[in-house]
């Protein structure tokens, strides 16, 4: 989704509406978060025939996702509170564009969200996502919080969303208005709808930002979209030790107990069980 610090190896039933409340050139998912509902082929499914399949084939999860889980929120939150009846987790995938009371009322039925971070600039959200950046980062802050476990993707563009001045003033707000633990995922970007003019994002340019953030004090800083690099790993930020062996979404090793290293003790910030 990515959610490494969230029940990892566990598997989750994803489902979506089409529709989204941004309009993002680079969207992956443009062929159902850029159409309507009534254009695309669509399967109805009640919120109490959500929960039963979760349940029929042992999938402890549900995962909003896909599009915009903000725009079938009732839908959403009506599925959301059956699942959690039924012993369920709930977790969405969200670009955080939302007022505070709905998150608010939201939040009390998910047990985990990744909000995708596009930028840190208001100009690259007005020109590239049709949007403005406050709303997004006043969502992760309501996120704090609320308590609830987060983590935040974000997808580089390059010469768009990549200048390193700025990963460092994000890292560092990052650090001080949300705290040392909150995953961040640096994506690798593929051309695609309206941005094939640009090429794969360079696999440096990703460590570059990685490392910029973790020098600010972030603990966990990933790479995805690159499978078998070794920031795909988690690494325990007291003994330096991977503790979770990672070749994209499937885990080769893993060595937390109860939450914590093995190696040294250090607490590692996430939910494991």
């Known amino acids: 989704k990515p959610f490494f610090h969230f029940l990892p190896e566990s598997l989750a039933l994803s489902l979506a509406t089409a529709g989204c409340n941004l309009i993002c050139k680079f969207c992956q998912n443009w062929e159902i978060s850029q159409f309507r509902p009534e254009q695309t082929q669509n399967t109805y499914l009640s919120p109490e025939n959500i929960a039963r399949m979760a349940v029929e084939q042992n999938v402890p999860i549900v995962a909003y996702t896909y599009a915009e889980p903000v725009i079938f929120y009732e839908y959403m939150y009506d599925c959301s509170v059956l699942g959690r009846k039924q012993g369920l987790k709930n977790v969405i995938v969200s670009a955080g564009y939302i007022n505070e009371k709905p998150l608010r009322e939201l939040v009390k039925v998910l047990d985990a969200v990744k909000i995708d971070l596009k930028a840190f600039t208001q100009k690259y959200y007005a020109e590239v996502c049709s949007s403005d950046l406050q709303p997004v980062l006043d969502t992760l802050q309501i996120l704090k919080d609320e308590k609830i476990w987060f983590e935040i993707v974000y997808l580089v563009l390059p010469t768009l969303n990549d200048d390193l001045g700025k990963v460092k003033e994000m890292s560092v707000w990052l650090r001080d208005k949300l705290g040392t633990d909150v995953p961040l995922h640096y994506s690798r ?37 690159v499978p078998g690099h070794e920031a795909e790993n988690t690494y325990c930020p007291g003994c330096g030790k991977m503790l979770i062996h990672r070749v994209g979404y499937h885990i080769l090793e893993k060595h937390i107990k109860k939450g914590a290293c093995e190696f040294c003790g250090e607490k590692i910030a996430g939910v494991w069980q």
Do not use: C, Q, W
Request: proline share 11%; no cysteine; aromatic share 14%.
């Open 189 to 225: 970007f593929y051309p695609t709808y309206m941005m094939k003019n640009l090429p794969p994002t360079p696999v440096s340019t990703l460590e570059n930002m990685r490392k910029v953030s973790l020098d600010a004090g972030l603990h966990y800083v990933y790479i995805g979209n």
